[in-house]
């Protein structure tokens, strides 16, 4: 057996060109989607991940703005920048590039954008929404993944799916979008005992942790599906996953690669929440109108 690759470079185009005839659509309306990306210190991964962003809404008809500010940045002076965005009709969605400066509250920060807004689906409204299955905005990375085991034709109805990772950005939402799902979810992390237990019992795992090679050969079931969200670097600095790719390729059913898997697809569902939010503000703006 050898798995198959989920182009991640391929479904994101796919999804991009979608974008772009929504955001022609609200062009016909007189609405143009608008993205803010507020960055915060010059730290270079950000700044590679902020061009990417740019780029990407260029290339749907997004406009899009990069708030820069100098890592000496006070947390009032962000919150009140984030105030400035929250009432700017031309924008409608808000993300602050993450990670932030220590002396910031991040969650402080996250809380402060409008829900209307929170194109990243970080706000606690968001996270709420999610839980009780009325999703609003879906955290681009677990969006990202649903998606992509959608376009290989995996329904997660009545899988056993184990998300390795509970982080607030991938780990948690991941497992809260499988479990609407249908799927049989485990959460595992840094504490649970015999990790290859479970991954073994899995038909879809999602490997989240940020740890090299943590993913063996000998911790997949013949024929399952794995998606690696890890962004780690190897020793001659390239990037890896957490996933043993390589090994693990020649059991597994399916695979994503890194790079090309998840992270184009992250970036892609940015924007698809960045038009849903104009799609939005312009219904609400038509049924305030026309009650008006």
């Given at each position: 057996?050898?798995?198959?690759?989920?182009?991640?470079?391929?479904?994101?185009?796919?999804?991009?060109?979608?974008?772009?005839?929504?955001?022609?659509?609200?062009?016909?309306?007189?609405?143009?989607?608008?993205?803010?990306?507020?960055?915060?210190?010059?730290?270079?991964?950000?700044?590679?991940?902020?061009?990417?962003?740019?780029?990407?809404?260029?290339?749907?008809?997004?406009?899009?703005?990069?708030?820069?500010?100098?890592?000496?940045?006070?947390?009032?002076?962000?919150?009140?920048?984030?105030?400035?965005?929250?009432?700017?009709?031309?924008?409608?969605?808000?993300?602050?590039?993450?990670?932030?400066?220590?002396?910031?509250?991040?969650?402080?920060?996250?809380?402060?954008?409008?829900?209307?807004?929170?194109?990243?689906?970080?706000?606690?409204?968001?996270?709420?929404?999610?839980?009780?299955?009325?999703?609003?905005?879906?955290?681009?990375?677990?969006?990202?993944?649903?998606?992509?085991?959608?376009?290989?034709?995996?329904?997660?109805?009545?899988?056993?799916?184990?998300?390795?990772?509970?982080?607030n950005i991938v780990g948690k939402p991941m497992a809260l979008l499988l479990l609407q799902a249908s799927a049989t979810v485990t959460i595992c992390h840094s504490a649970t005992p015999d990790l290859g237990h479970h991954t073994r019992q899995a038909d879809i795992i999602v490997a989240a942790t940020g740890r090299r090679g943590m993913l063996g050969p000998d911790m997949v079931k013949p024929g399952a599906v794995v998606l690696d969200v890890?962004?780690?670097?190897?020793?001659?600095?390239?990037?890896?996953?957490?996933?043993?790719?390589?090994?693990?390729?020649?059991?597994?059913?399916?695979?994503?690669?890194?790079?090309?898997?998840?992270?184009?697809?992250?970036?892609?569902?940015?924007?698809?929440?960045?038009?849903?939010?104009?799609?939005?503000?312009?219904?609400?703006?038509?049924?305030?109108?026309?009650?008006?």
């Open positions: 057996m050898s798995a198959r690759l989920i182009d991640g470079n391929a479904l994101a185009a796919q999804v991009r060109a979608d974008v772009a005839l929504r955001v022609q659509r609200l062009a016909e309306r007189g609405q143009r989607p608008g993205l803010v990306v507020v960055l915060v210190g010059q730290d270079p991964a950000s700044e590679v991940y902020v061009r990417h962003k740019a780029n990407d809404c260029a290339g749907v008809g997004i406009h899009s703005v990069v708030d820069r500010h100098p890592a000496t940045m006070l947390e009032d002076a962000l919150l009140q920048r984030i105030r400035h965005w929250n009432a700017d009709p031309a924008i409608h969605g808000i993300l602050v590039q993450l990670p932030l400066p220590p002396h910031i509250d991040t969650q402080r920060v996250i809380e402060a954008i409008s829900p209307d807004k929170d194109v990243d689906g970080f706000h606690v409204s968001s996270a709420g929404a999610l839980m009780i299955g009325r999703p609003r905005f879906r955290p681009c990375t677990p969006y990202g993944c649903m998606k992509m085991l959608e376009s290989i034709g995996c329904n997660p109805r009545g899988q056993h799916a184990v998300v390795v990772g509970r982080s890890g962004i780690n670097r190897d020793e001659a600095g390239k990037l890896c996953g957490d996933v043993d790719f390589a090994a693990v390729s020649p059991v597994a059913g399916w695979i994503s690669p890194v790079p090309g898997g998840v992270g184009p697809m992250t970036r892609a569902m940015l924007l698809v929440n960045t038009v849903e939010a104009a799609e939005r503000f312009v219904t609400s703006d038509a049924a305030g109108n026309a009650v008006s």
